[in-house]
């Protein structure tokens, strides 16, 4: 599978051109940056700590998209709303990694996903989405006597918060308690707030040093509490479960999927 990697210069594009240039399947097929970029015409293995293999970062996608498989994409959203409308020209792959999203850019998302194949999460590893899954199953099991609060902690250069993988968390708690996140949701906490409401889903944001995804969902109740957590370690976690997405996407019908999809976990 021929895949481009958006964003090819920073770490999570290094760490992806290394996985795809070392796994069976697939080959670096090219790499994108915003142009005036320093790193536009640079090759990806070097760049990734390979030695040369040959490709060179580009910032212009139009000719990119002529002669590859898939992309995968953790840039910002407006660069991935770009690549969703070029993927479904170009009926293609396109994993999406980025978050951030208004509600305006999933509606645009989803209108792409009626001609590209995306695959789309607000986080790429296998243990957050496991994690998802038990966040579900605890939150359905629990009564409202039980608090949920979702904490994460990531590094002091992340821009949006929370983070997609506490937004996609707190879904799964909201799933399991047959409510809407949106109706649910307390984000932020200041002042004389009163009591603790029942039946909301708080969260918390932690920013600092190099931390690269900390994630605690807590149950909290009279006299017990019940924490199920993730950390990683490396970012290879996310090119890793990145990866996976875009190869089990290929030849599969336009729509879009998310990585419940790609491990099978929708039971």
């Known amino acids: 599978m021929r895949l481009a990697i958006a964003g090819a210069g920073g770490r999570m594009g290094r760490a992806l051109t290394r996985l795809v240039h070392e796994m069976e399947g697939c080959e670096v097929a090219g790499g994108l940056e915003a142009p005036g970029s320093p790193f536009v015409g640079a090759d990806m293995g070097q760049l990734a700590g390979l030695g040369e293999i040959g490709v060179a970062v580009q910032d212009d996608p ?46 645009k998302i989803a ?55 506490a937004l996609l968390l707190g879904e799964a708690a909201a799933e399991g308690r047959n409510v809407k996140l949106s109706d649910a949701a307390v984000r932020v906490r200041d002042g004389h707030t009163g009591p603790r ?28 509490r019940i924490e199920l957590g993730h950390r990683a370690e490396t970012r290879d976690v996310f090119a890793r479960g990145a990866v996976k997405a875009a190869l089990w996407a290929r030849g599969r019908k336009p729509g879009l999927y998310t990585m419940v999809d790609v491990l099978g976990l929708n039971d």
Do not use: C, W, Y
């Open 62 to 107: 139009l000719p990119l998209f002529t002669h590859i498989d898939g992309v995968i994409d953790f840039t910002t959203p407006s660069a991935s709303l770009g690549l969703a409308e070029l993927a479904a020209q170009a009926r293609i792959v396109h994993v999406i990694g980025t978050t951030g999203f208004s509600a305006e850019d999933d509606r």
């Open 197 to 224: 409401q029942r039946g909301t889903i708080g969260f918390a944001t932690l920013r600092g040093g190099s931390v690269i995804g900390e994630h605690t969902v807590i149950f909290a109740g009279d006299g017990e």
């Open 111 to 165: 209108a792409a996903a009626r001609h590209a194949t995306i695959v789309k999460s607000g986080n790429m590893s296998l243990g957050v989405n496991l994690l998802a899954a038990m966040v579900r199953k605890v939150a359905a099991a629990l009564d409202q006597s039980f608090d949920i609060e979702v904490v994460e902690m990531h590094h002091r250069n992340k821009v949006d918060a929370p983070s997609g993988t």
